[in-house]
């Protein structure tokens, strides 16, 4: 029996114009694949995808009894509904036109240039779960090495909403004529769609992107991006990528909690980064608590944007690329640092901040100089 012919799109019109329901199913070890598919179908669940390097079937049903009848299966160790996640920033601020080119303050502040004739993340393989990027902006493309659309397949990963294209461009922006300059300017980037123009994804559509960073040898996976509940498959997930040696760098979340954290940021394995502003102080909106790791700046952070253009956001997610283009800066020194290394480097190096409850600033310069302390 070929697999792929298990995950074709059901040709049943009747099928196709109900209600479905998708369902995560987490696999046991040492199972015979072929097998459960067979039973997943005589239950009336649709097997969309098979997630191998994650063991995890992604099935569509048009009833709750149809998932409920593989609950029990003995070759199953659990199931979990499919959930929708939305990207939401407090800021997204006007298009700017090009100006006098000026560093950005973020890219300034962490001192990312002193290292730049040392190491500019050349090479280094870093995947943004995303909206998509535009690969064609100026600031970008010079880096671009192409990625996945896990919502269209068949379709390349272009950016229809922008935040991607701004992630992107804080990792590995190089286009000192407009200001738009990253961390790392010269790390490869990976578009990983899996958020639609409206900034909303599945569960069961992160879960395949993590599958394909794995499958392509991904070396840092940027998300920047969280929800409030836990879940199962995706701490699952994020265990396998852990031991897989990528380092996951998440985002802590945008709704001004105190004392709690988005997920995946909350799960140990990732590196969780908080927000702050020009003055140095916690981002208002961004989220603390027990998890978070280190802080980056995130708030008004001008880079690329939609049609070669630039504007200025502000989030959590900001946050996060800066913290992802410090890592790749450290991989292109020692390709075989591994994440509880790297998160290592990266607190004992950071500018500690007393407001903050001791989570440091991360510092590029000060990680490339406490790294090379280490290799003495």
Request: charged share 20%; aromatic share 8%; proline share 5%.
């Amino acid at each position: 029996m070929n697999l792929s012919d298990w995950l074709l799109p059901s040709t049943n019109s009747r099928f196709q114009k109900r209600r479905k329901f998708r369902q995560i199913f987490y696999l046991r070890n040492g199972i015979h694949i072929g097998s459960y598919l067979q039973d997943m179908r005589r239950s009336g669940v649709r097997p969309l995808r098979y997630l191998s390097h994650l063991g995890m079937i992604i099935g569509e049903h048009e009833t709750n009894f149809a998932s409920q009848s593989l609950e029990g299966h003995p070759d199953v160790e659990y199931t979990e509904p499919d959930i929708s996640i939305t990207i939401t920033e407090p800021y997204v601020g006007t298009i700017t036109p090009v100006q006098t080119p000026t560093m950005p303050w973020g890219v300034e502040l962490i001192d990312a240039a002193k290292v730049w004739p040392y190491t500019r993340g050349r090479g280094v393989r870093v995947a943004v779960i995303d909206t998509g990027v535009s690969g064609e902006h100026p600031a970008i493309r010079g880096n671009y090495r192409g990625g996945v659309n896990i919502l269209s397949p068949n379709a390349d990963p272009q950016d229809f909403n922008g935040h991607g294209t701004h992630v992107a461009g804080i990792i590995a922006g190089r286009a000192t004529e407009s200001g738009i300059v990253g961390v790392a300017p010269r790390v490869y980037i990976y578009g990983v769609k899996a958020f639609n123009r409206k900034g909303s994804a599945n569960l069961s559509d992160l879960l395949s992107a993590i599958n394909w960073c794995i499958e392509n040898k991904m070396q840092i996976v940027n998300m920047s991006f969280g929800m409030e509940k836990m879940s199962e498959s995706m701490r699952q997930a994020i265990q396998i990528a852990h031991r897989k040696g990528i380092v996951m760098v998440a985002a802590s979340g945008n709704q001004g909690f105190a004392s709690k954290i988005d997920y995946p940021a909350r799960y140990p394995e990732t590196i969780a980064v908080t927000s702050i502003s020009k003055n140095g102080h916690l981002s208002q909106f961004s989220n603390m608590g027990k998890g978070v790791d280190i802080a980056a700046p995130g708030d008004k952070i001008p880079s690329a944007w939609l049609n070669h253009s630039k504007r200025e956001m502000s989030g959590t997610s900001m946050a996060v690329p800066h913290v992802t283009g410090t890592i790749a800066l450290l991989l292109y020194l020692n390709r075989s640092l591994n994440p509880e290394q790297i998160r290592y480097i990266l607190m004992q190096s950071s500018t500690k901040l007393k407001h903050l409850a001791g989570i440091g600033l991360i510092n590029a310069y000060q990680a490339i100089t406490f790294y090379k302390r280490l290799k003495r």
